[in-house]
């Protein structure tokens, strides 16, 4: 059963850079056809989509995050990140990784998410 | 990209059917099959419950269908029960390869 989970501190100050990273065991996270994402849940309101990077490589950002967002894979840690630049209070949300594995392009396993806050 | 437009509520009692639509454009639900539900419950991550539209991942109850009419997606949850009670998102592929999910809904079991 594959399992996801994140890691990377709590609190950021701005504008620095959020750093999280999610590892993924149960399984490898270059199989083929496989997608790995992330998502950020504001206090209180909705899921908003980061971004994606494919087993290919290939990257997609939230065209409203572009610029600031860099989504890379570590093959040999079975682990892909998330780093976030010139952050502010308005990034302060549960930032969750996900994965589409059995599926073709829903997210289909999730990280229990790891709340971040920014604040000086 | 605008997220999908959800209603912010919608309640129901024990046993009735409800449904929430998703409402998009053609550059997301209505031009894709990929469109997909999420389910979250306070303090939970989101689970996967209705994937391509209209199909079950293994182990979601058959209680949970999804169709789609042109930009609009829509779930029914069928026999309501008070575990129902959650937060649901909508979720859809769109033209530039990106994802955009609903504003959510919140199911009230009365």
């Known amino acids: 059963q594959l399992q996801l989970q994140e890691s990377g501190p709590g609190l950021v100050k701005p504008p620095e850079t959020l750093s999280l990273t999610c590892t993924v065991s149960g399984g490898s996270i270059s199989t083929s056809s496989y997608y790995w994402g992330w998502i950020r849940q504001s206090p209180g309101k909705g899921l908003e989509w980061i971004g994606s990077i494919y087993y290919t490589g290939s990257t997609y950002y939230n065209p409203s995050l572009k610029g600031r967002v860099t989504i890379s894979v570590d093959t040999s840690k079975n682990q892909f990140s998330l780093k976030l630049s010139s952050v502010t209070a308005a990034d302060t949300a549960v930032y969750y990784c996900a994965g589409c594995v059995q599926t073709e392009m829903a997210l289909d396993y999730w990280g229990q998410g790891t709340q971040v806050t920014v604040s000086s | 990209q605008s997220a999908l437009t959800q209603p912010a509520s919608v309640s129901g009692s024990p046993g009735q059917s409800i449904t929430i639509s998703c409402t998009g454009s053609?550059?997301?639900?209505?031009?894709?099959?990929?469109v997909s539900w999420y389910q979250q419950h306070p303090g939970k991550a989101p689970k996967l419950i209705i994937y391509d539209v209209s199909d079950r991942p293994s182990g979601v109850s058959n209680r949970f269908s999804g169709s789609k009419s042109g930009n609009t997606a829509s779930l029914t949850i069928s026999g309501l029960q008070a575990e129902d009670e959650a937060d649901y998102y909508c979720s859809s592929y769109t033209s530039s390869s990106t994802r955009v999910f609903g504003g959510g809904t919140k199911v009230t079991v009365l």
């Open positions: 053609s550059s997301d639900v209505g031009g894709y099959k990929y």
